[in-house]
T-cell receptor, first 111, second 114 residues
């Protein structure tokens, strides 16, 4: 069974204090790993897709990396507007397998 | 990217009644999904909405409780039937154009059953 574990559950940072969120996964063949941002009361907003180990994607203060067992979402010099829950999801290569989500990391950035 | 609109955005319903949630995508998509997100929890897939055929349900979800329609490539509905307080949750519609691509989400429907 495909599984995703995210850590930490919650993270509190000072504005400008860089850090990383972790997503560990087990999957029977990786079709893709996805990062989403979710603000309270809203649906998840797509950030990145990673397909193979060694791949990296960047967007503003966010950078996602992938190994064969985990992915990291690095946040450089965060701002209060980066406060949100960050969700990681994987899709395996088995036929018709759905996206499997982790429970997310709730990030708070304090000014 | 696809823009997904859900209606209603929230509702408060009496137990024993049913609620139908609508999901409209601004472009044709191959795949549409329905998720449930309970407070403080992550997303759980209810079913894949198949155009022109019966939805594919995940373990623990059945058609009698969560009937789904998908009459075309841009629209789907989820009905939550014979509701109980345990059905109080956020229901999310999602769409994707293939298994290798990202899925996009609507803003969700916050359902409270009293």
């Amino acid at each position: 069974e495909d599984q995703v574990t995210q850590s930490p559950e919650a993270l509190r940072l000072q504005e400008g204090e860089s850090s990383s969120l972790n997503c560990s996964y087990t999957v029977s063949g990786l079709r893709g790993l996805f990062w989403y941002r979710q603000d309270p009361g809203k649906g998840p907003e797509f950030l990145f897709t990673l397909y193979s180990a060694g791949e990296e994607k960047e967007k503003e203060r966010l950078k996602a990396t992938l190994t064969k067992k985990e992915s990291f979402l690095h946040i450089t010099a965060p701002k209060p507007e980066d406060s949100a829950t960050y969700l990681c999801a994987v899709r395996g290569t088995r036929r018709n397998t759905p996206l499997v989500f982790g429970k997310g990391t709730r990030l708070s950035v304090i000014a | 990217s696809a823009v997904i609109s859900q209606k209603p955005s929230r509702d408060i319903c009496q137990r024993g009644t049913s609620l139908t949630i609508q999901c409209q995508v601004d472009s044709q998509v191959t795949m549409m999904f329905w998720y449930r997100q309970q407070p403080g929890q992550s997303l759980t897939l209810i079913a894949t909405a198949n155009q022109g055929s019966e939805a594919t349900y995940e373990s623990g979800f059945v058609i009698d409780k969560f009937p789904i329609s998908r009459p075309n490539l841009t629209f789907s509905t989820l009905t939550v039937s014979n509701m109980s307080p345990e059905d109080s949750s956020i229901y999310l519609c999602s769409a994707a154009n293939g298994m290798n691509t990202e899925a996009f989400f609507g803003q969700g429907t916050r359902l409270t059953v009293v």
